[in-house]
């Protein structure tokens, strides 16, 4: 199974430092690019790139914090929001406001800090309803700021 966090050895933990993950990104890339091997037989250099591609794709999952908590929770088997009720009439209303000419970006900046703080508590809580709802809610405030 894929595990971006195993990929990069770094601890199972929705708070990463930034500059950590990076360094050990580019430490993996280090070991699996395929110009290191180069002179390797075809079944080496099939596994190296299948490895790279892997070291490349944990990265960029763990580096989108979306994309990190959906992990984290998929990973310990919860089953993701697909709507939520409690939320339909705010973003029916941000839709209503956007098509009128309203500027609603620094409203949905600051609802989005705020659905990242829950969703960062949460996760570190283990309070899996919680960052669900939080998980979704984000979702959806980035797919208006679009």
Avoid: C
Avoid at 67 to 85: C, M
Avoid at 105 to 122: C, V
């Amino acid at each position: 199974m894929f595990d971006p966090y195993e990929i990069l050895e770094l601890e199972k933990t929705f708070n990463i430092d930034l500059n950590a993950l990076e360094q050990a990104y580019f430490a993996a890339q280090r070991n699996t690019h395929p110009d290191r091997f180069a002179l390797a037989d075809e079944a080496k250099k099939k596994d190296v790139s299948r490895q790279a591609t892997l070291v490349n794709k944990a990265y960029a999952l763990l580096k989108n914090p979306l994309d990190r908590a959906t992990y984290l929770l998929e990973a310990k088997g919860v089953s993701l929001l697909t709507h939520d009720p409690e939320f339909l009439p705010k973003v029916i209303e941000w839709h209503e406001r956007t098509e009128a000419g309203e500027d609603i970006m620094s409203e949905l900046a600051r609802e989005e800090a705020t659905l990242l703080q829950e969703l960062t508590q949460a996760l570190e809580d283990h309070q899996d309803e919680q960052a669900k709802k939080a998980l979704y809610r984000l979702n959806y405030v980035q797919k208006v700021k679009k």
